[in-house]
């Protein structure tokens, strides 16, 4: 029991540590998507938060600017998709993919350049992204350890939480949110409303590369603590997976991201101590994911007017 | 007012001119980062140059390219028929595979049994990666994109599964599957590639590509079968009112994509690799068809030459280490290229400038023989 119960600790303290980037790109692909605008450069951005969230990190000492400085090294990328797609009317795949191949390419270069190496110098543990609660229980019981490993964790892991409870109080609580739906629905009914479609969806894609951003940074400033190449291999793309999934609303993009990194914790503590061949337990997230879509999900509704640019009418 | 038409007017106009200007764009933005760089323009795109111009350089930068070549055109047939194969990454990994474990179990056929086989193999398996994708689209109404990336992972851990069954697995401590049979290899034989100073790898993989180019041109261009595909990409609601059956048509156009990809990873191994390492990564063969695709604008023989231009940016980019400089601005250049690609409308409005400076000055003519009319008066 006792063992069952550490084990169950250590499973839920890798979900939340693995859903956590997950669910920042999420809710940035979220963003972008409901407004209107397919982003799948979310992978792009990710790797240009991831880098220079931890170089930030590490030049100032301080977690927290680093943190800051991902999400807007996001921002930056997801401004060239929205003035590329937004304002100029792009083919927004392929915006996307000049995206995801700008971003690690500019990236992993300034790292070859800053540090004659494509990895950065690992954070210390000042530098990584602080753990909330720690030491508040007593690690000495079976409970206290349990809790411990799951509500001892990152910051970042509680912040996302409020962040989806803030997205969708803004998605369907807020004439923002509103307007913004409206935008991926039907733009034109938008213009003749006033609301600027061309203003609202610019925002909401630089929003969504400033929490994809975030996302990247809290890989390398959580899970890890230095700067790969292969920090982002794929986590742009289950966030995107994550979102149709969770048919384009924030709390069902949450299940989906729980789901994909409650699979990774359980790969974690498998792998480790089973018998079990890795490379089948690595496959297990996506079988189950294609499963449950069979069974339970279903048919994804696109929002209407999502990936068709928006020309304003002269 | 009819004139000849200006130089303003055929850039603005000119498909193939927009992407010439994207490549130079391309290029001149990677010049910007090797400035920041503090590192040297000239070195830098004279090494790349220098290395693709010599017979042994372009003749690997032809092996480098063959499959790239057919992946963009898995993705580029996609694109005509109206689906976003991002899938292709799954389709070649399986299709790679699935041709390793043909040449690895089936080795002592001859030749000209194993290598038909060998292709079979892996496009049949490629074509069931995207047939998958297809049935959960038309049958449950699942998203194909997701579906594609989560096959992409499918297939992924599924080869570094079977890289490690004994039977396929390399007998030694690498980390990969056992090198195929003579009997499957593509290269040319050893005297003529020494004789002819080619590249050791050099292989017959091209004139597969050069094949597989001209039959997917000639399925869309010239059979009602591309007709068909086609139309339900362009217009799913007119083709279903002119009594095409689509959802066979998307099962059929995700096949043929599928087995071009899965081609495409069969010669990559039947021609260069030999055999295949466990993954750490996705090798990104199949992202590279979409770039490769786009550059190519979906034509068949638009993505032979952006192809081969693909090739040697790789092949070229992997000797810049030489020069101090980062092989990763090889990334920044292609992906500077998409973008510009991606919003060549500006190239189009270089007309709508010049016509608006015309304006003007059409303008400013009449104003000024007004004035002088006024004067006159």
Not at chain 1, 168 to 179: H, I, Q
Not at chain 2, 92 to 97: A, P, R
Not at chain 2, 355 to 360: G, K, L, T
């Amino acid at each position: 029991m006792t063992n069952f119960i550490n084990t169950l600790g250590i499973i839920l303290f890798a979900t939340l540590a693995y859903s956590t980037p997950l669910l920042y790109g999420a809710l940035g692909s979220c963003f972008s998507e409901v407004s209107g605008v397919v982003n799948i450069g979310i992978e792009g951005m990710m790797t240009a938060g991831a880098f220079t969230g931890t170089v930030i990190a590490y030049f100032t000492g301080n977690p927290w600017i680093g943190f800051l400085c991902g999400g807007l090294a996001g921002a930056f990328f997801g401004m060239l998709h929205a003035i590329a797609t937004v304002n100029l009317g792009a083919d927004q795949t392929i915006a996307g993919t000049a995206i995801n191949m700008l971003g690690p390419g500019i990236v992993i270069m300034l790292a070859k350049v800053m540090f004659n190496s494509t990895d950065t110098i690992p954070l210390s543990a000042t530098q990584k992204m602080p753990k909330l609660f720690s030491g508040l229980f007593d690690t000495a019981t079976t409970f206290g350890r349990f809790m411990d490993n799951v509500f001892a964790t990152y910051a970042s892991t509680y912040l996302v939480f409020i962040a989806v409870l803030i997205v969708w109080f803004v998605f369907y609580k807020t004439r923002f949110g509103l307007r913004l739906r409206a935008c991926g629905e039907h733009p034109q009914a938008c213009e003749t409303l006033g609301i600027n479609v061309i203003a609202m969806r610019f925002a909401c894609v630089c929003i969504s590369g400033f929490l994809a951003g975030l996302g990247g940074a809290c890989v390398t400033m959580t899970l890890s603590t230095q700067f790969k190449p292969i920090s982002i291999v794929g986590q742009g793309f289950i966030a995107i997976a994550a979102v149709i999934f969770g048919k384009f609303r924030p709390q069902g993009a949450l299940l989906g991201c729980l789901l994909f990194g409650f699979c990774s914790g359980l790969k974690v503590v498998l792998g480790g101590s089973s018998g079990v061949n890795m490379h089948l337990i690595s496959m297990i997230p996506y079988v189950v994911t294609v499963i449950v879509l069979v069974l339970f999900v279903g048919k994804s509704r696109v929002p209407a007017a999502n990936g068709k640019p928006y020309i304003k009418a002269k | 007012m009819t004139k000849n038409k200006s130089f303003l007017d055929i850039i603005s106009e000119n498909r193939f001119i927009h992407i010439l200007l994207s490549i130079l764009l391309g290029f001149l933005v990677g010049a910007v980062f090797l400035v920041i760089m503090n590192l040297s323009v000239s070195a830098a795109y004279g090494r790349l140059i220098n290395s693709v111009t010599s017979l042994k350089g372009f003749s690997y930068v032809i092996v480098y390219s063959v499959p790239y070549i057919v992946a963009g055109l898995s993705v580029a047939f996609s694109f005509k028929t109206g689906v976003f194969n991002i899938g292709a990454e799954g389709q070649f990994v399986v299709g790679s595979m699935a041709a390793v474990c043909t040449g690895i179990l089936a080795g002592n056929l001859p030749k000209p049994v194993l290598i038909p086989l060998c292709f079979l193999a892996a496009m049949a398996a490629g074509a069931l990666w995207g047939i998958i994708v297809g049935v959960l689209k038309t049958k449950w109404g699942i998203n194909e994109v997701l579906s594609m990336i989560m096959f992409n992972w499918i297939a992924f851990y599924l080869s570094n599964f079977i890289a490690g069954i004994p039977a396929i697995k390399n007998d030694g401590s690498a980390e990969a599957t056992k090198n195929i049979s003579d009997n499957a290899s593509l290269l040319f034989s050893k005297d003529f590639i020494k004789s002819a100073g080619l590249a050791p790898t050099a292989n017959w993989g091209f004139i597969i590509a050069i094949i597989a180019t001209l039959l997917v041109w000639f399925i869309i261009e010239k059979t009602t079968l591309g007709f068909e595909l086609k139309a339900v990409g362009s217009n799913k609601f007119a083709a279903e009112y002119a009594g095409i059956n689509v959802n066979r048509s998307i099962l059929t156009a995700l096949a043929i994509s599928g087995a071009l990809a899965g081609l495409a990873g069969a010669l990559q191994v039947m021609g260069m690799g030999k055999r295949i390492s466990i993954f750490t990564s996705q090798e990104g063969f199949g992202f590279a068809g979409i770039v490769v695709a786009l550059i190519g604008c979906s034509n068949p023989f638009g993505v032979l030459v952006a192809g081969l231009f693909y090739g040697a940016l790789m092949y070229g980019g992997s000797k810049l280490n030489l020069e101090g400089v980062p092989t990763q601005l090889i990334n920044v250049i292609v992906g500077t290229v998409v973008f510009f690609i991606a919003i060549s409308v500006i190239f189009e409005n270089l007309k709508r400038f010049k016509s608006r400076s015309n304006r003007n000055a059409e303008a400013a003519a009449i104003k000024k023989a007004e004035e002088k009319e006024g004067n006159k008066k």
